[in-house]
């Protein structure tokens, strides 16, 4: 029993859990009001366009793929949806036409990604470049608001209590993408195909339409996100969210995702994601800096990996110091008394 | 070769500051007699002498500040941090206030993540260079509602929202008619054609002088210059220094590169060194003079123009520190006395007429030439 | 005429003329839009763009082929000029070479960092280097304090380097840094070709588990690229420092991704095994090439420019896999009419050999 709870916490997510309660229990003790209720809101409020599109990130990671694009799609379509309204259409066009984009320009994504069969590097860097280009168009050099005030009321007042629709929705998300992942035919698919796209494709997987479905749901969620960027902040410039791509992609990391894909749970990316968003409001409340603060996680991201491995060699190094001489003892009976004698120290 | 240091005429509506750049007038002679040195008029007496009715700061009590630049790690921002240093040894504030800043990648973001997280930090005021432009609003109306105050310098919040008061370093309407100034006297009286090299598409205080350069150029007395395009180079030294390639490649007969960003003047500059056309094609606007010296010397920059960063720091501190007292509330027509500086008074902002913004003149311009840029890099 | 040319070489070595088919497509239009397009001076000012990003994506393949990543490079390129600029502005008399060993040696430490994390200890590069892409980059705001590295503090020596020319001719110059650059290309592919260590890497990349199975330094060798691309970061580092002059702490940010992107371009498999540097250097070309003309290019808003430059991107690498694929498939199919041919030769002399036994 005890023995599987430590075997439990050696897990990435007991790493993660660890981590997360040392990351709080500092917060707690440095910070007042860290644990008031308007403050955790106001933690989840600031990362929660990004959180939403770490879900997504989970999937494409997962299937061996990746998707350099998120954050240009974010800033296109708050762009699609503030230059559609400043020309006279209703918000709720306005808003469709977004998401529209966004699902069509992630399905252009996985296309190429899937049925091209060029690698998703490439053309989700494209994207990155291209994507901002457009919303560059669109926008230009000027910064557009004035938007009806249910809309920036969704981004910025509660909806039930102090909660806003942004963390309803990523509330759903998260339960929906757990779901999805490690319940359903296609979340194993998606492993399936993160473990060897070749092996999914001989034993009959449609690889392609499986990738092209992620990488749509990853272009629709990404406008998502940015339209409601642009109801939290109320105005959108053509510079929205520019370079969250790396912050999303690290807590997906961060979260136990293989970057090779076929490995990773949706817990660890939830549990790095809480972990990341607590990191940050309490460092930014300590009035730390931003270059520190970017420092820390990137510190946090290696060490995450590099102390497990290391721990992990040491273990083994032990072991094989202690079981080796029980090996080369044939009867069972004495084995036990071997080690004793023989283990070090 | 003369600093140019003017009488403003139009002190009624905008300030009580005795001295002022205003440019369009080429008779600087006179004054350069009196002024003579950079560094003279780089130390302004600032306000006018203290009269009786304007408030004073009591030294001593404790508030908590933070200064908030678009982000860290370059020049100007640190001479805001010496000045707002200065003031805050002056004031005996016992709790240092904190200079914090996102990453420069990370600016916008990171501003309203810092704003969001000023009342929880305990913060009086947050000292804002906003680079958010609209979107910090809701995130400083917040803060305000949770008892933060929020006074802006260097770049304000465009529509006012959220805002107690914005400290301005000079009269964003004047910054246009200066640059279109030097354009002319640098090019002569036939002028010439010219590019703006400006940092980012979406910085406020870069369009905001661009669009008043634009509207100076409407003036006949620029009639002979001819802008021919404004180009980005997002305030990365070597992204504007293809940009400024770029120009000399597009554009033969261009006879000028204004760039009013301290990060695209020197790339302009190093460019045309380095493609030894700085006899043919000039570059302007506005630089530090210890990064602008060399260029002036070679004659690549023969003239550009700044205000003291320095200086903006110390009364963007007071500014706050006597908000934060309550020895202001921030309302219009309410005078105080910011240290050394003088005395300033709080008045709607003409520069943005639109909106309800108020604004503290701080002033004045200094114009760098191969006189006074030595002294002036230190 | 194809039938010949196919039976003597694979399609994949086709790859680097496919590229330089469709950059030199490239500068046609190019050349079409912008006047003066190939006048000296212009031309001589895309090719010194290239020198930068070039270096580095000589590291950077060494790496990729390993089937690892640096994404680092820029935080190194920009800490190791930035100080190596300081150094230079408060040290008298530093000469160009110890300078530039500094340059490298910061690149080598950094660069060893790197090696270590992912080598010996375990850590996904992507994980290792996306984290000292933040933390080289912190270190170096640390270390600036705010100041910048400006001309005027650096000897004079360094700002006569951009324009030093190695060979002239017709007002076409080959820039020393450019052609510091091509040497560093050259030996890259050399290394890839010839040396025990570079066909190693090949092996490692295409199947790790394999190569250290057979026996081969695995952890050495990805600990070796991950030093030389953090050398040659240091070595781009000092030219950026040369050629750009004024550093401030946002140097060199966003080149890992264009370095990235132009290695892909230049079709490196990004899960190792296979590439060359002269695919490098194609891509190089092509990135750059796109992005410097569409700076010059009058007819298009400065808004539109990267939505263009990003429509380019992915036309480039699809042109260039559907060439590709189609040369395969023409390539699979005159091999394998030579081999039905050869078979049925083989088929007709071993009839005839059989009469011949018969006839004994």
């Known amino acids: 029993m005890a023995r599987d709870l430590v075997r439990r916490l050696w897990s990435w997510e007991g790493l993660l859990l660890i981590l997360l309660l040392v990351t709080l229990a500092y917060n707690v003790t440095r910070v007042t009001n860290f644990l008031t209720v308007s403050n955790q809101i106001n933690l989840f409020q600031l990362g929660i366009e990004k959180a939403i599109v770490i879900l997504a990130m989970a999937f494409v990671i997962i299937s061996g793929e990746i998707d350099l694009s998120v954050a240009s799609m974010m800033g296109l379509s708050a762009g699609v949806a503030a230059a559609l309204f400043e020309s006279g259409a209703p918000m709720p066009v306005a808003i469709l036409v977004a998401l529209g984009v966004g699902a069509g320009f992630g399905l252009l994504n996985g296309y190429f990604v899937a049925v091209v069969g060029l690698s998703s590097l490439a053309v989700t860097l494209a994207g990155y470049v291209g994507f901002r280009g457009l919303a560059r168009l669109l926008v230009q050099d000027r910064s557009v608001g004035g938007f009806p005030d249910w809309f920036t009321n969704l981004g910025q007042r509660g909806m039930v209590g102090p909660l806003t629709l942004s963390i309803f929705i990523f509330a759903i998300l998260a339960i929906v993408a757990t779901v999805t992942l490690h319940f359903s035919g296609f979340g194993r698919l998606t492993y399936v195909i993160g473990n060897s796209a070749a092996v999914a494709r001989f034993s009959g997987v449609s690889v392609a339409r499986t990738k092209m479905v992620i990488f749509t749901i990853s272009g629709l969620v990404s406008a998502l996100a940015g339209v409601l960027m642009a109801a939290r902040l109320g105005a959108v410039r053509a510079s929205t969210a520019e370079g969250f791509e790396l912050d999303i992609i690290?807590?997906?990391?961060?979260?136990?995702?293989?970057?090779?894909?076929?490995?990773?749970?949706?817990?660890?990316?939830?549990?790095?994601?809480?972990?990341?968003?607590?990191?940050?409001?309490?460092?930014?409340?300590?009035?730390?800096?931003?270059?520190?603060?970017?420092?820390?996680?990137?510190?946090?991201l290696i060490l995450s990996v590099l102390l497990p491995n290391l721990a992990g060699r040491v273990r083994e190094r032990l072991r094989r110091r202690q079981s080796d001489p029980s090996m080369r003892a044939p009867p069972a009976d004495l084995s036990e008394t071997a080690r004793s004698q023989t283990a070090p120290g | 070769m003369i600093a140019r240091i003017f009488e403003d005429e139009e002190e009624d509506h905008v300030n009580l500051k005795t001295r002022h750049v205003l440019s369009g007038v080429m008779c600087a002679g006179l004054l350069a007699a009196t002024m003579g040195t950079a560094t003279l008029a780089q130390t302004?007496?600032?306000?006018?002498?203290?009269?009786?009715?304007?408030?004073?700061?009591?030294?001593?009590?404790?508030?908590?500040?933070?200064?908030?630049?678009?982000?860290?790690?370059?020049?100007?921002?640190?001479?805001?941090?010496?000045?707002?240093?200065?003031?805050?040894?002056?004031?005996?504030?016992?709790?240092?206030?904190?200079?914090?800043?996102?990453?420069?990648?990370?600016?916008?973001?990171?501003q309203i993540e810092f704003m969001t997280n000023a009342p929880a930090g305990g913060y009086d005021v947050v000292m804002?260079?906003?680079?958010?432009?609209?979107?910090?609003?809701?995130?400083?109306?917040?803060?305000?509602?949770?008892?933060?105050?929020?006074?802006?310098?260097?770049?304000?919040?465009?529509?006012?929202?959220?805002?107690?008061?914005?400290?301005?370093?000079?009269?964003?309407?004047?910054?246009?008619?200066?640059?279109?100034?030097?354009?002319?006297?640098?090019?002569?009286?036939?002028?010439?054609?010219?590019?703006?090299?400006?940092?980012?598409?979406?910085?406020?205080?870069?369009?905001?002088?661009?669009?008043?350069?634009?509207?100076?150029?409407?003036?006949?007395?620029?009639?002979?210059?001819?802008?021919?395009?404004?180009?980005?180079?997002?305030?990365?030294?070597?992204?504007?220094?293809?940009?400024?390639?770029?120009?000399?490649?597009?554009?033969?007969?261009?006879?000028?590169?204004?760039?009013?960003?301290?990060?695209?003047?020197?790339?302009?500059?190093?460019?045309?060194?380095?493609?030894?056309?700085?006899?043919?094609?000039?570059?302007?606007?506005?630089?530090?003079?210890?990064?602008?010296?060399?260029y002036t010397q070679n004659g690549c920059a023969p003239e550009f123009a700044l205000w003291s960063f320095v200086d903006l720091g110390y009364l963007t501190y007071y500014v706050s520190y006597l908000l934060a007292t309550g020895a202001i509330e921030g309302a219009e027509g309410e005078r105080f006395v910011a240290g050394r500086l003088g005395e300033y008074e709080i008045t709607q902002d003409p520069t943005r007429p639109d909106v309800e913004a108020l604004r503290v003149l701080m002033g004045p311009f200094t114009i760098y030439n191969i006189d006074n840029v030595e002294e002036a890099a230190g | 005429m194809t039938d010949t040319i196919l039976r003597r070489v694979r399609p994949e070595q086709f790859r680097e003329v496919i590229l330089l088919i469709v950059t030199v497509g490239l500068l046609g239009f190019f050349a079409s839009q912008i006047p003066n397009y190939f006048d000296p001076r212009s031309v001589n000012r895309l090719t010194t763009g290239l020198a930068i990003p070039l270096v580095v994506?000589?590291?950077?393949?060494?790496?990729?082929?390993?089937?690892?990543?640096?994404?680092?490079?820029?935080?190194?390129?920009?800490?190791?000029?930035?100080?190596?600029?300081?150094?230079?502005?408060?040290?008298?008399?530093?000469?160009?070479?110890?300078?530039?060993?500094?340059?490298?040696?910061?690149?080598?430490?950094?660069?060893?960092?790197?090696?270590?994390?992912?080598?010996?200890?375990?850590?996904?590069?992507?994980?290792?280097?996306?984290?000292?892409?933040?933390?080289?980059?912190?270190?170096?705001?640390?270390?600036?304090?705010a100041r910048t590295v400006t001309t005027a503090d650096l000897p004079d020596w360094l700002n006569d380097v951009p324009s030093a020319t190695v060979v002239a001719a017709g007002g076409y110059d080959l820039r020393l840094m450019v052609g510091i650059a091509l040497v560093v290309v050259i030996l890259g592919q050399l290394t890839l070709r010839y040396l025990p260590f570079g066909r190693r890497l090949y092996a490692i990349g295409s199947n790790p588990e394999a190569a250290r199975i057979a026996g081969l330094p695995a952890k050495r060798d990805v600990f070796t690229a991950f030093v030389i691309c953090g050398t040659l970061s240091g070595l781009a580092g000092f030219m950026f420092l040369v050629r750009f002059g004024n550093i401030t702490v946002t140097a060199a940010q966003g080149l890992e991704l264009q370095v990235v992107a132009a290695v892909v371009v230049g079709g490196v498999n990004i899960f190792g095994g296979s590439g060359s540097m002269i695919g490098a250097l194609l891509g190089v070309l092509l990135i750059e090439t796109l992005q410097q003309s569409l700076l010059r290019w009058?007819?298009?808003?400065?808004?539109?420019?990267?939505?263009?430059?990003?429509?380019?991107?992915?036309?480039?690498?699809?042109?260039?896999?559907?060439?590709?694929?189609?040369?395969?498939?023409?390539?699979?199919?005159?091999?394998?009419?030579?081999?039905a041919q050869a078979q049925e030769r083989a088929q007709v002399v071993a009839t005839g050999e059989g009469e011949m036994v018969h006839g004994a």
């Open chain 3, 298 to 339: 009058a007819g298009v808003s400065e808004f539109v420019k990267d939505a263009i430059l990003g429509l380019l991107i992915l036309i480039a690498v699809t042109a260039d896999t559907i060439i590709l694929s189609r040369l395969r498939e023409m390539w699979v199919r005159v091999r394998r009419r030579d081999k």
């Open chain 2, 128 to 294: 804002l260079s906003n680079n958010s432009g609209d979107q910090i609003v809701p995130s400083a109306e917040a803060a305000q509602e949770a008892g933060t105050r929020v006074v802006t310098w260097d770049s304000p919040i465009p529509d006012g929202s959220g805002e107690s008061v914005f400290v301005a370093q000079v009269d964003f309407t004047e910054t246009g008619t200066v640059m279109a100034d030097m354009a002319l006297s640098i090019l002569g009286e036939d002028g010439g054609q010219f590019a703006i090299l400006s940092a980012s598409p979406d910085a406020a205080n870069q369009n905001a002088w661009i669009a008043a350069m634009e509207d100076a150029l409407a003036d006949p007395m620029y009639a002979n210059l001819e802008l021919l395009e404004i180009v980005y180079g997002d305030d990365q030294s070597e992204k504007s220094y293809e940009q400024a390639q770029a120009l000399i490649s597009k554009h033969p007969d261009m006879e000028l590169i204004m760039a009013p960003t301290s990060v695209g003047i020197v790339s302009a500059a190093k460019a045309l060194q380095d493609e030894g056309l700085c006899e043919e094609i000039k570059v302007s606007g506005l630089g530090v003079p210890a990064e602008m010296l060399e």
């Open chain 1, 250 to 300: 690290t807590v997906v990391l961060l979260g136990g995702v293989s970057i090779f894909g076929g490995v990773g749970s949706m817990i660890g990316v939830l549990l790095s994601t809480y972990l990341v968003l607590n990191l940050r409001n309490g460092l930014v409340i300590a009035g730390i800096t931003g270059n520190t603060q970017t420092g820390i996680i990137g510190l946090l």
């Open chain 2, 44 to 110: 302004p007496v600032g306000g006018t002498p203290v009269s009786g009715d304007a408030v004073s700061a009591t030294p001593g009590q404790d508030v908590k500040l933070m200064l908030l630049p678009k982000f860290l790690g370059i020049l100007p921002f640190d001479q805001a941090n010496q000045g707002a240093e200065e003031a805050a040894t002056e004031l005996e504030n016992p709790t240092a206030f904190d200079f914090v800043g996102p990453t420069a990648e990370n600016s916008v973001a990171g």
């Open chain 3, 57 to 145: 994506a000589v590291g950077q393949v060494l790496v990729v082929i390993t089937r690892n990543i640096d994404l680092s490079v820029s935080s190194i390129v920009g800490l190791s000029a930035y100080m190596v600029g300081t150094l230079l502005t408060r040290t008298d008399g530093l000469s160009p070479l110890a300078a530039l060993a500094v340059a490298m040696s910061i690149g080598l430490v950094l660069g060893a960092i790197n090696g270590l994390i992912v080598a010996y200890g375990g850590v996904p590069a992507v994980i290792a280097t996306l984290g000292t892409l933040a933390l080289y980059r912190v270190v170096l705001v640390e270390f600036s304090g």
